[in-house]
Nanobody, 120 residues
């Protein structure tokens, strides 16, 4: 089993900044990719940003000029730096990881979620 533990989040005013981090632990042979998704009330969960083991990065169009994803491979940790936050960024943010536990078996894991609220 693999556990993803998120930290960060909270309440911030519009235009402000916030950072999230997510640490993976457990039966990890190799991490294929880690990333962040978010779900606002009444909406489906959506991709925010992902980063793969080769350093390839994808962003949602709505965040690509404002958010930065990074990864510490040695620490199995992924970060999300969020700037110029908008009320529409308000959501529960979930860490996601695609992890091989051995040479052949990979699974997808989710963190428990952390609330980000952008409001004045």
């Amino acid at each position: 089993q693999v556990q993803l533990v998120e930290s960060g989040g909270g309440l911030v005013q519009p235009g402000g900044s916030l950072s999230l981090s997510c640490a993976a632990s457990g039966s990890i042979f190799r991490i294929v990719a880690m990333g962040w998704y978010r779900q606002a009330p009444g909406k489906e969960r959506e991709l925010v940003a992902t980063i793969n083991s080769g350093g390839g990065i994808d962003y949602a169009d709505s965040v690509k000029t404002r958010f930065t994803i990074s990864r510490d491979n040695a620490m199995n940790t992924v970060y999300l730096q969020m700037t110029t936050l908008k009320p529409e960024d308000t959501a529960v943010y979930y860490c996601n990881g695609r992890v091989y536990s051995d040479y052949v078996t990979w699974n997808e894991y989710w963190g428990q979620g952390t609330q980000v609220t952008v409001s004045s």
